[in-house]
């Protein structure tokens, strides 16, 4: 269950650019993460401009402001920010902006706390993202353990794997031709589990810069 977004702004740049980044179909690297989840106030927010500048073009923003995402700003102190702190772990920089994409199960912006099910996704949007995983093509695919799970749920995913042998920090989950894919923590996780995340973005990393 989730409750969606009140603002037509972000609605709106949502159905036209269903991700974040660049387009995922010429992306080198994915990140597939669960829902893009924005504050109740953000449209009065002094980044709401930056942010729909992000949204029209997350590659062009990375250049212009040296973060990959608004929540990264000097001026915004709002939810949000130790997931996008964390993912800056790894230690990508603008260079990469031509290459990374975000991309959300759902396919809306929400507020609040969201518990997803199955039938709360969008068939055609999953649809397309099976086609991202399951193409071939030369790319690595990052999934969050709960992305996995609820992935797992769908019989349209019935083809990934449940087992997931572990090598080193990263969990690779299988191959499809070229593409790879691979589980670790929610960028949002912290405490106790910090010095994973610190491994797998070490890993991770080293997968980018190759």
């Known amino acids: ?49 930056q942010l729909l500048e992000y949204h029209r073009d997350g590659a062009s923003f990375w250049r212009k402001y040296g ?27 603008p260079a990469h902006a031509a290459d990374v994409s975000f991309v959300e199960l759902l396919h809306v912006p929400t507020v609040g706390r969201s518990l997803l099910a199955r039938t709360d996704f969008d068939p055609a949007h999953l649809k ?14 990052f999934l969050s353990a709960g992305v996995l799970r609820l992935l797992q749920t769908v019989n349209e995913f019935a083809w990934i794997k449940r087992s997931s042998p572990c090598s080193g920090p990263l969990a690779v989950i299988q191959s499809v031709g070229g593409t790879r894919l691979y589980r670790h923590l929610h960028f949002s996780n912290y405490g106790k589990f910090q ?16």
């Open 67 to 93: 973060v990959h995402h608004p929540f990264l700003l000097p001026s915004y102190r709002g939810d949000g920010r130790r997931y996008h702190v964390n993912f800056a772990r790894i230690g990508l920089t």
């Open 195 to 210: 010095k994973q995340m610190d491994a797998e973005a070490a890993a991770i990393r080293q997968i980018v810069q190759g």
């Open 1 to 49: 269950m989730y409750q969606q977004h009140p603002s037509s702004a972000l609605t709106r740049v949502f159905r036209e650019r269903p991700f974040q980044g660049v387009d995922p179909n010429g992306a080198r690297f994915i990140f597939l993460g669960l829902d893009a989840n924005y504050s109740a106030d953000i449209e009065q927010q002094t980044i709401f401009p």
């Open 128 to 141: 397309w993202i099976g086609s991202l995983l399951s193409s071939g093509v030369e790319r690595d695919v």
